[in-house]
């Protein structure tokens, strides 16, 4: 997995801020831990022909 970190500034309404912390709470996740899936998903399905890192590649695992 990888070693460092990067912030990533986003910008939503208060509604669906709550809503989503709310149910990220409910699912005994963090909001950064959700958001980071999410991402890591999106990579896998529209990475196209780019090469991905092992730690990258879809192997059914989950690391948080």
Request: glycine share 4%.
């Amino acid at each position: 997995m990888e070693k460092r970190t990067a912030r990533l500034t986003i910008l939503i309404d208060p509604q669906k801020k709550k809503i989503f912390e709310e149910i990220c709470a409910a699912k005994d996740l963090t909001s950064s831990q959700v958001v980071r899936r999410l991402v890591r998903q999106y990579i896998i399905e529209n990475a196209g022909d780019r090469e991905l890192p092992a730690w990258l590649k879809p192997s059914g695992k989950v690391d948080d």
